[in-house]
Nanobody, 124 residues
């Protein structure tokens, strides 16, 4: 069965960095685009960043460009999100998701599997 397991979350000071990982299993990882999304308290799920199935192209929400970097390791079946210059408004539960195809979509409803979520808190 498809499994997506996030790790690496935690607490960082504003301006700090964290890296999230998402270990994928139960499907051919290299055949699907993957994305990260987040949910802040009291808000809906917000798409953050996505990467094509072959890693050839990456996309980011406009508010995050230059601070976050998405990547994937085909050999390890793992998706990553490097988060730099964290801001208090980045505080949320972060989820990795599998696209329904090889392309990235910013609509979170176009993803058929999500991980369990991992908390990121940027606070002093």
């Amino acid at each position: 069965q498809v499994q997506l397991v996030e790790s690496g979350g935690g607490l960082a000071q504003p301006g700090g960095s964290l890296r999230l990982s998402c270990a994928a299993s139960g499907f051919t990882f290299s055949s699907y685009a993957m994305s990260w999304a987040r949910q802040a308290p009291g808000k809906g799920l917000e798409w953050v960043s996505g990467i094509y199935s072959d890693g050839s192209d990456t996309y980011y929400a406009d508010s995050l460009k230059g601070r976050f970097t998405i990547s994937r390791d085909k050999a390890k079946n793992t998706l990553y999100l490097q988060m730099n210059s964290l801001k208090p408004e980045d505080t949320a539960l972060y989820y990795c998701g599998r696209s329904r195809g090889s392309w990235v979509n910013s609509d979170v409803h176009e993803y058929d599997y999500w991980g369990q979520g991992n908390q990121i808190t940027a606070s002093s």
